[in-house]
């Protein structure tokens, strides 16, 4: 069993829906990553939580410590928005991050 | 806005051969990490300097994988021989301060095929 798990794996959407990508993990964390990476290979941090909720246009990420699950969400979803969002973890006990294996979302028009 | 660079951006290979990747951290970061990830998998650490040291290579396959950063700014990591299974993508990132909440600012990567 992965220490990090998202789903879902791959996801299609049609332009304007609400979108919900899950990532659980089984470890203490410090922090957790919420990254987006495009076809072409490179990764852009989106990001970083230790606890409630950030916002960023129309990019909202949630974390629930007790729980261990954090939601990334996209409102008003755009095929621009086509990528792959990858979770990833920082446990408490290292400082080396630990990944999901991505959910590849397709927005079509 | 300052990036991390990497070069090359692809190499293809033959098994046995040497292959060395290059990447230039964000100026001023002290840390730098090397990832690789594999074709439908997330990235895994090979790698972590900070400065010129290093700090985590536990991953590292050093039997055939070295990675150095002589003067604590950029960084090579090299694959000798290559084997047909090193074929993926390989990531440099870097980071500001080495701390838990630091956040880390990933290159363009390079796509290596080995075959």
């Known amino acids: 069993k992965n220490e990090v798990e998202q789903s879902p794996q791959n996801l299609t959407a049609q332009e304007g829906e609400f979108i919900t990508i899950n990532c659980s993990y089984s470890v203490g964390i410090s922090a957790l990553h919420w990254l987006q990476q495009h076809p072409g290979g490179g990764i852009v941090s989106l990001f970083m939580?230790?606890?409630g909720k950030k916002k960023h246009g129309r990019l909202i990420a949630t974390i629930n410590i007790q729980e261990k699950h954090s939601s990334l969400h996209i409102t008003a979803s755009h095929p621009r928005d086509s990528a792959v969002y990858i979770c990833?973890?920082?446990?408490?006990?290292?400082?080396?991050?630990?990944f999901g294996e991505g959910t590849q979302l397709t927005v079509n028009p | 806005e300052a990036e991390v660079a990497q070069s090359p951006r692809y190499k293809i290979t033959e098994k046995s051969q040497a292959v060395a990747f290059w990447c230039d951290p964000i100026s001023g970061h002290a840390t730098l990490y090397w990832y690789r990830q594999i074709l439908g998998q997330g990235p895994e650490l090979l790698v972590q300097f900070q400065d010129e040291s290093v700090v985590d290579d536990s991953q590292l396959p050093k039997d055939r994988f070295s990675a150095e950063r002589l003067k604590g700014v950029d960084s090579t990591l090299k694959i000798q021989p290559a084997e047909l299974g090193d074929s993926a993508m390989y990531l440099c990132?870097?980071?500001?301060?080495?701390?838990?909440?630091?956040?880390?600012?990933f290159g363009p990567g390079t796509r290596l095929l080995v075959l």
């Open positions: 990132a870097s980071g500001n301060t080495g701390r838990k909440e630091e956040t880390q600012y």
């Open positions: 939580l230790s606890s």
């Open positions: 990833a973890v920082r446990e408490t006990s290292g400082s080396r991050l630990t």
